[in-house]
C-alpha cells in the first residue's frame, strides 16, 4: 500500500510549476526556504537541488540550460512542464508536499522510537529512546517558517556558475546600467539586490535624476515601476517628455507661445517614450505594505520589470509606533527587503536635513541623511547631488550637478558630472567639469612689514 505523504505527481507538478514561472518573486521567496530534502522521489529532489543552484549562479530558472547540466536528467526536466496542472496553485503544490515530508519524517521518528524501545536493555533506555522521539517529533512543523541554511559546498559550484555566464555573456541577471556612463563606469552597475539612495536639499534635482535613469533603463527595453508621492501623473509625464524632447518643462507650460520648433521637440519627446515600459502610481499616504504587495504583484505580472523607483522616502506613510527616526529605519529596512527578497533594485530618493545649510562646504555627506542613520547602514549606494550655483550663483560650477557616490558597498567612491540645463541632467567633459568645480581659494590679504 503507497503511504499517505507519497504523491509522486505532485513532486513532479511543484518542479513543473517551477519551471513555468521563472525566477519571479514567489518562487524566489519558496527557493529561500523549501529544502530539496522535502523531495522524496530521488529524480526530482536533485532536479530540486539544481534549481536552486541556477538560482543562486545567474538569477534565472531555464530548464534548457540545466538539461545541459545535468544531462541524466534532462527527460524529466522536459517532461515536467507538463505535469504542473496549474502554475497559479505553486504555493498549494508546496504547502501540500511540506505536509507530506512533515508527515514522512514524522513517520520515520516514529519507527526508529519503536525499534529503540523494543530493542532498550532496560527501562532507562527506553524512556530516553521515547524522550528522543519527542524532541524530533517537536522539530517537525507543519507549516514552517524558518528559512533554509545553505552550505558552502552548494553556493561554490553557483560560484563556478555565475562566472561561466558572465565569461560566455549568458549571464540574465545582469547589474543594470544606469545609462549615466561615467557613473556606470564607478559602479558596474546595480546589482539585482541593491538599495541605492538619491539624496539632496530641495532644488537640487533628485527627481530629474531619477527620471534620466528611468529614461536609460526603459531604452535598454527593461521595466521601471515609479512610485510618485509627490507629483501627480501627468506632472511626471510633462517632466519626462520636455527632457526627451529638449525642452525645459517653463517652455512646455507656455504652449500658448508655442513655435514650430517646439512642437516638434513635443512630437520627438513623446516619440521617445511611447512604448517604453514604464510603470507609474502616483498614490499618496502608502504604507510601505502596499508598496511591497504592488511591486511584488506588478512583477509578477511584468517579468521585465528591472527597477523600482520611490519618490520620495519621508512620503511613504508609517505605521509604526516608534519615534520617528527610529520607523524611518523600518521604511528603510523594508525597501532592502524588497530589493533582495524579489531580487529588484530599488531606487529611492531621500531629503537631507537643514544642518547641510550650516556649513561653509555646503557639499552633502552621509550623516546629512535627514531622521534615520539607518538609511546609510541599509544602503548598498548613496548618490548625493550637489550643484554649487544653488548657493552661489556667481559660481565658476554654474551649470554643473556632482553626482557624488559617498557610499558604495561594492567599489570605489568618487565624483561624476552633469551639465545641468533647462532643468535636465547632460553629458559633459568631466575634467573640464572637475576644473571648474574644485573648491576655490580665498586669496589672503598680503600683510607688508611696519617701516
Known amino acids: 500500500m503507497t503511504p499517505v505523504w507519497r504523491n509522486d505527481d505532485l513532486e513532479g507538478a511543484v518542479i513543473g510549476a517551477i519551471f513555468l514561472r521563472g525566477a519571479d518573486p514567489e518562487v524566489l521567496e519558496i527557493i529561500s526556504r523549501l529544502p530539496a530534502s522535502v523531495f522524496y522521489v530521488r529524480q526530482y529532489r536533485e532536479i530540486y537541488s539544481g534549481i536552486c543552484r541556477q538560482v543562486r ?26 505535469i504542473a496542472w496549474a502554475k497559479s496553485a505553486l504555493a498549494y503544490y508546496v504547502s501540500t508536499l511540506e505536509r507530506n515530508a512533515a508527515i514522512r519524517d514524522a513517520e520515520s521518528v516514529i519507527e526508529k522510537a519503536l525499534t529503540g524501545i523494543r530493542n532498550a536493555s532496560n527501562g532507562e533506555a527506553a524512556v530516553e529512546a521515547l524522550k528522543s ?9 507543519l507549516t514552517p517558517d524558518t528559512v533554509q541554511p545553505v552550505h558552502i559546498d552548494e553556493i561554490l559550484p553557483a560560484v ?74 501627468i506632472q ?69 520589470i ?37 531580487r529588484i533594485p530599488v531606487l529611492a530618493l531621500s531629503q537631507l536635513s537643514r544642518g547641510v545649510e550650516s556649513r561653509a562646504n555646503k557639499r552633502p555627506m552621509n550623516s546629512d541623511l535627514k531622521n534615520s542613520g539607518e538609511i546609510e547602514a541599509d544602503a548598498d549606494i548613496i548618490l548625493m547631488l550637489y550643484r554649487d550655483e544653488v548657493y552661489n550663483p556667481e559660481s565658476p560650477a554654474k551649470g554643473i550637478a556632482e553626482i557624488n557616490i559617498t557610499k558604495q558597498r561594492n567599489g570605489v567612491l568618487g565624483t561624476v558630472y552633469r551639465r ?30 611696519k617701516a
Open 236 to 304: 511626471i509625464g510633462e517632466r519626462m517628455v520636455s527632457a526627451a524632447g529638449g525642452m525645459s518643462v517653463s517652455r512646455l507650460k507656455a504652449a500658448a507661445k508655442f513655435e514650430d520648433e517646439d512642437w516638434a521637440r513635443l512630437s520627438r519627446g513623446i516619440g521617445h517614450l511611447t512604448g517604453r515600459n514604464i510603470w507609474m502610481v502616483d498614490a499618496t499616504d502608502l504604507t510601505l505594505e502596499q508598496i511591497q504587495k504592488t511591486a511584488t504583484s506588478h512583477q509578477i505580472a511584468h517579468p521585465e
Open 420 to 449: 545641468f540645463y533647462n532643468g535636465h541632467f547632460l553629458p559633459i567633459d568631466q575634467e573640464e567639469a572637475k576644473r571648474k568645480s574644485a573648491p576655490q581659494q580665498k586669496s589672503q590679504p598680503r600683510r607688508y612689514a
Open 306 to 342: 528591472a527597477l523600482v523607483v520611490i519618490d520620495y522616502l519621508l512620503l511613504i506613510k508609517i505605521q509604526s509606533t516608534a519615534r520617528y527616526d527610529l520607523a524611518v529605519g523600518e521604511v528603510s529596512k523594508g525597501l532592502k527587503r524588497l530589493a533582495k527578497t524579489n
Open 57 to 82: 549562479g545567474t538569477g534565472v530558472i531555464d530548464p534548457l540550460l540545466l538539461c545541459g547540466s545535468m544531462p541524466e536528467h534532462s527527460a524529466v526536466i522536459m517532461a515536467s512542464g507538463q
Open 133 to 141: 522521539a519527542q524532541d524530533a517529533i517537536a522539530a517537525i512543523s
Open 160 to 233: 563556478v556558475d555565475r562566472v561561466d555566464a558572465r565569461y560566455q555573456g549568458l549571464e540574465e541577471a545582469k547589474p543594470l546600467m544606469t545609462g549615466i556612463e561615467e557613473l556606470d563606469a564607478k559602479t558596474g552597475g546595480i546589482e539585482p539586490t541593491d538599495l541605492v539612495f538619491i539624496a539632496a536639499r530641495p532644488s537640487m534635482g533628485k527627481t530629474e535624476l531619477a527620471l534620466n535613469i528611468i529614461d536609460k533603463v526603459s531604452e535598454q527595453g527593461r521595466g521601471v515601476l515609479f512610485f510618485s508621492m509627490e507629483m501627480p501623473n
